[in-house]
């Protein structure tokens, strides 16, 4: 039994091939399994880097007894819901549902046909305070199931039609219209965003999450609306400063961390996704460019912090690309592409603890600080203790650093960086997913426009062409979401989000390499993503057909990603391909009907963000981040200048703030001044000679 898990695409799947538990990995066999048995479905739902995963495997998966129990009376399935994104939200929601929380590991009990009847998280073996043990919880299903069954089958349809209902009400979001301007919108989402701003960063309390994607669109509000400019820079750097200074990102080695669990972003859940990296990437890359624009104009009270924010947003992007290299570069000679995560947990003393491969003693402390050959400036750096693991410490910066303390920095992370190298490094999973891949893609696109990086540029290409290789079926036109050891996973296809994100990343591609082919990959993708709009409802649908699990579960109606949370939401994904497959045949002065479609298909797909964006500006960020590209008077760029000073600085301006710059000479005359021709689908302006003159175009479409 073990086989069926040892051979799996997925490092969490394989990490429990060793138990005695009869696991079954999610598929079709063993539904019916627990038919021909006649017994309920046990799910386990979790992923690689989950440390509570991994102690409820230790404590309950590796007890013989417990394994016992469900082999007898239950199919055990696990499910790493990175491999299966929409059997994870959908038990998610009965998850939610029932418990009024979520979380995982998630554990979930069904019927044959996949409908759940009870579900929780992390069960400790035995009982723990009011939490029941696991044991418990398995005996009370099962008795349920022989002596309740009527009533388990009536709770389980009641649930079924519940989750229909929350369906509905999401897909109904995407059908709302608003007839307030896309720049008004991102107005209102602005003044949202100023007035939720906590002192220390983030919008909301511990935990606290990077808020990616809403930043990305509220740089937008720096440069469109004069009135608060200067609120929302202000806004923007204090969220960026506690990030990029905070225990968030990992000063030693580089990336970031999933969410912080304090206040002041000083201690980090120690898990590394992919996908933050990948949006983290983008926005720091992006915020390295703006900041320094507001920085130029010496005038404003905001230039000195600005210039310390762009020092401080480039020095993170490149940390990034340092970490996507070293740690997550799944370095095949076939088919290098980016590992899915590492692991929270890493070993210590022969015992797996939380962060143990990021944490620093008391004494490591004092050793390292005692032997700096420079005084460490007062207030500059921290090390908060870990409530998790005693008498353990994690480092960051209290303050952003001056210039001249930057000697003391190199030399302090030096020596923590030499006491990892004899530590056991976190596990990596090695799974490669399209659509994370998609959104590092495009990162990496930012970073190597934005902050000259051709090495970003190549590693791109690379990664770009090993998951077109190796996930692209050319015969069938479908993308694999997942691939392991340079092979497809079969029978997964991938979803809206995956087709979404890795067009986006291919048309970031074509644009920074000017090879067309990008942009042709990127069109077979849009092809097929069009397959799951709904004919009749034009909603945006996860999948375009689901499975029979998760289609009893939903009482037949259709999962759909509305809103942004950690990824951009799918269809708002969709819409920026769109857009910006359409203006790039603008630019390319290939425009056609066909584009023409596709820019209102965009529309349509974003415009819930107008009617949403006051009461949940956050979560349709990316779909307002559309709509105002969508909008604006100025869609793409010409330059009569490539190369010069001036003209780099252009062109970055106009990638920064999602603009397409193409080169036309014609523009240059008989003078030797760049000159910038703003144009919106086949209409262009008269010429303009300077990036504020640029700058003061899309003032005046916010405006207007």
Known sequence: MAQRLAGAAS??????????????????????????????????????????????????????????????????????????????????M?????????????TIFAMPDGRAVHAGTYYPAQQRGKTPGFRQVLDAVHQAWESKREGLEEQAQMLADHLAELGT?????????????????????????????????????????????????????????????????????????????????????????????????????????????????????????????????????SAPRAQALATL????????????????????TSAPAFAASLDADSTRDGAQVEGAYYSYSREEINSVTSSLTQVLPQGLIRFAPIAEDAEHFCFSFARMPKPGEQAVITELITALRNMRTSRIRPVRDEKIIAGWNGLAIQALCDAAVLL??????????????????????????????????????????????????????????????????????????????????DPESGVPRDSVQADERITAQRSDVASVSVLDDALPAAGALYAKALSMHAIRAMAKGEYSQTHAEELERARKLSAHAAALAADAPTQVATALEVQNIISSTVHYVGLSDWEGPQAAQARKIAWALDLNAHHDPQLAGSGSTLKIQPCREELCQMPVESIEDLLELLRVSHNN
């Not at 750097?237 to 990336?255: K, N, V």
């Open 11 to 92: 490092q969490y799947l394989r990490q429990h091939a060793h138990q005695l538990v009869d696991w079954f990995p999610y598929g079709d066999e063993a539904f019916e399994q627990a038919r021909l048995r006649d017994v309920p479905v046990m799910l386990s739902i979790g992923y690689a880097a989950c440390h509570w995963c991994h102690v409820m495997s230790h404590e309950s998966f590796d007890d013989p007894q417990i394994a016992e129990l469900l082999n007898e009376n239950f199919v055990a399935i696990k499910v790493d819901r990175e491999e299966h994104p929409l059997v994870d939200d959908t038990y998610m």
């Open 94 to 106: 009965a998850t939610q549902a029932l418990t009024g929380a979520g979380g995982w590991p998630m």
């Open 169 to 301: 009400r999401q897909s109904a979001l995407l059908s709302l219209e608003s007839a307030e301007p896309a720049a008004q919108a991102l107005s209102t989402a602005t003044e949202r965003w100023l007035a939720a701003t906590n002192p220390e960063g983030g919008f909301t309390p511990a935990p606290k999450f990077p808020p990616t994607w809403a930043l990305k669109t509220m740089w937008r509000s720096v440069f469109t609306r004069p009135d608060t400019a200067e609120d929302a820079f202000g806004a923007v750097a204090t969220h960026l400063e506690a990030i990029f200074l905070g225990g968030l990102q990992d000063h030693i080695d580089g990336g970031f961390a999933r969410y912080c669990v304090d206040e002041n972003w000083s201690v980090p859940h120690f898990e590394k996704m992919l996908y933050d990296n990948a949006g983290l990437l983008s926005l720091a890359a992006r915020s390295a460019v703006l900041a320094k624009e507001v920085a130029s104009n010496t005038q404003r009270e």
């Open 313 to 332: 947003a480039a020095s993170s992007a490149r940390g990034i690309i340092t970490f996507l290299k070293e740690e997550l570069l799944v370095d095949s």
């Open 452 to 533: 000259d990086d051709s090495e970003a540029l190549e590693l791109a290409k690379q990664v770009g062409n090993s998951v077109w290789q190796t996930q692209w079926d050319s015969s069938t036109q479908r993308l694999a979401r997942v691939s392991f050891a340079s092979h497809a996973a079969t029978g997964n296809e991938a979803t809206l989000q995956d087709y979404a994100a890795l067009a986006v990343g291919f048309l970031a591609l074509g644009q920074a390499t000017k090879d067309d082919q990008w942009s042709e990959r990127a069109g077979q993708l849009l092809v097929r993503a069009k397959d799951f709009v």
